[in-house]
Nanobody
Framework: QAPLVESGGELVQAGDSLRLSCAAS????????MAWFRQAPGKEREFVAG????????DHADSVKGRFAISRDSAKNTVYLQMNSLKPEDTAVYYC?????????????????WGQGTQVTVSS
C-alpha cells in the first residue's frame, strides 16, 4: 500500500474552490505531522500547510492564509486541503507529506513520506 495517496486535483477557474484529500496508510498514519506542499513548473517545492495529527494544530503559508485550510479526519486516516478563492498562481502539483516529530516544518527535506502528487490548474 502506498504510504500517501492524494486526490482531488483538477482544472478550475479563478475564484473557484477545490478540496484535496490525502489518504494515509497505517504506517504513515502513525507519524506525527502531515503537510501539503506544491511545486509549479520551474520552481522549488514550497510549503502550503501543515497539521499535527494529535492536537490538530495547523500552520499555513502566508500566500494561502485566509484562503486555504488544512484539516484531518483521524477516523478516516485522511488529511484535507480546502482551497477557496483560487488564483492562477496556485497552479501546481500538490503533494502530501508526512514526518515524525510533532513540530510542523516548512522544509520539504524534513518529511519522510510523500504521495505521488495531484495536479491543480487554475485558469484566469
Amino acid at each position: 500500500q502506498a504510504p500517501l495517496v492524494e486526490s482531488g486535483g483538477e482544472l478550475v477557474q479563478a475564484g473557484d474552490s477545490l478540496r484535496l484529500s490525502c489518504a494515509a496508510s497505517r504506517r504513515t498514519f502513525a507519524s506525527d505531522t502531515m503537510a501539503w506542499f506544491r511545486q509549479a513548473p520551474g520552481k522549488e517545492r514550497e510549503f502550503v500547510a501543515g497539521i499535527k495529527w494529535s492536537s490538530g494544530t495547523t500552520d499555513h503559508a502566508d500566500s494561502v492564509k485566509g484562503r486555504f485550510a488544512i484539516s484531518r479526519d483521524s477516523a478516516k486516516n485522511t488529511v484535507y486541503l480546502q482551497m477557496n478563492s483560487l488564483k492562477p498562481e496556485d497552479t501546481a502539483v500538490y503533494y502530501c507529506a508526512a514526518k515524525w516529530g510533532s513540530s510542523i516544518k516548512r522544509t520539504a527535506s524534513e518529511y519522510k513520506y510523500w504521495g505521488q502528487g495531484t495536479q491543480v490548474t487554475v485558469s484566469s
